[in-house]
């Protein structure tokens, strides 16, 4: 069954801007973080950025703090990855999950990804 349902991404030229979105309408199990994480084939996957506490914390990777922001929207129970600056290294897909801190092996929920690509 899926709960998470990613969508909006695409492609993008270097320099250029996208926002993700996660539709978690249906999730309704208690959680402390929704987070954001992505994965380039053969490697492992990596967290993103993560907002938690009802949305009173952020939490962001080094290689996109100051150029990816993570937001949610309550009242259409909707998470947002803005991502500006993009780089081609940015390159990946992208899953939501509900969790914990940006370590993956602390979700236990996930979407199914959408994918991201960045041209330089």
């Known amino acids: 069954q899926v709960q998470l349902v990613e969508s909006g991404g695409g492609s993008v030229q270097a320099g250029g801007s996208l926002r993700v979105s996660c539709d978690a309408s249906?999730?309704?199990?208690?959680?402390?973080?929704m987070g954001w994480f992505r994965q380039v084939p053969g490697k492992e996957r990596e967290g993103v950025a993560a907002?938690?506490?009802?949305?009173?914390?952020?939490y962001y990777a080094n290689s996109v703090k100051g150029r990816f922001t993570v937001s949610q929207d309550n009242a259409k129970n909707t998470v947002y990855l803005q991502m500006n600056s993009l780089k081609p290294e940015d390159t990946a897909m992208y899953y939501c999950?509900?969790?914990?801190?940006?370590?993956?092996?602390?979700?236990?929920?996930w979407g199914q990804g959408t994918q991201v690509t960045v041209s330089s």
């Open positions: 999950a509900a969790g914990d801190g940006l370590d993956p092996m602390r979700y236990n929920y």
């Open positions: 249906r999730y309704t199990y208690s959680h402390n973080c």
């Open positions: 907002i938690c506490t009802g949305g009173g914390s952020t």
